[in-house]
């Protein structure tokens, strides 16, 4: 087959993902916010690395301190995306509400957390999400939301 052809035919079965990242409360300090825990990179630059790595994906990003506004978004969003990756922060371990907004929509939603919360406090190994949740990825890092479109685009 010509290369034409091929990037024709690439075009037709590729299928195009929407992708939409949802960062909970305090995460709008990653790179400041207890470096020995999270890491020195701010979200910003690392979604520019996501978005060149997924380029032939549609990534989209919201970050909300807000319990009422990530529900918002997961309304939003939920019906049309092909799938969410969720970092609710602190929301994992308190939040019926965002577990519910999770029930009530039809696209995919991954968990992830940064720190592996399994080594950690243990209010932070009870999750109201994972259930709900199509899976969970923690403790790799920034790497955890790389590792969760992965997961969602192969
Ligand atoms: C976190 C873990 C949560 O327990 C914590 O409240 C966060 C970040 C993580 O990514 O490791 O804010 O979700």
Do not use: W
Request: aromatic fraction near 10%; glycine fraction near 8%.
């Amino acid at each position: 087959m010509s290369e034409k052809n091929t990037t024709f035919v690439q075009i037709l079965f590729e299928h195009v993902m929407n992708i939409l990242i949802i960062n909970g409360p305090n995460l709008n300090l990653l790179g400041q916010r207890e470096p020995e825990i999270y890491g020195n990179t701010g979200f910003e630059s690392y979604l520019n690395e996501l978005q060149n790595r997924f380029s032939k994906h549609r990534l989209e990003y919201f970050q909300s301190n807000h319990e009422g506004a990530i529900i918002d978004k997961l309304h939003e969003a939920g019906f049309t995306a092909d799938g969410i990756v969720l970092n609710a922060g602190a929301y994992t371990h308190s939040s019926v509400a965002i577990a519910d907004a999770i029930k009530s929509i039809t696209a995919p939603v991954i968990e992830v957390h940064i720190s592996n919360v399994f080594a950690r406090e243990a209010f932070r190994h009870h999750s109201f999400l994972s259930p709900v949740c199509k899976g969970v990825i923690c403790g790799f890092g920034l790497d955890s939301y790389r590792l969760a479109i992965e997961a969602l685009t192969k």
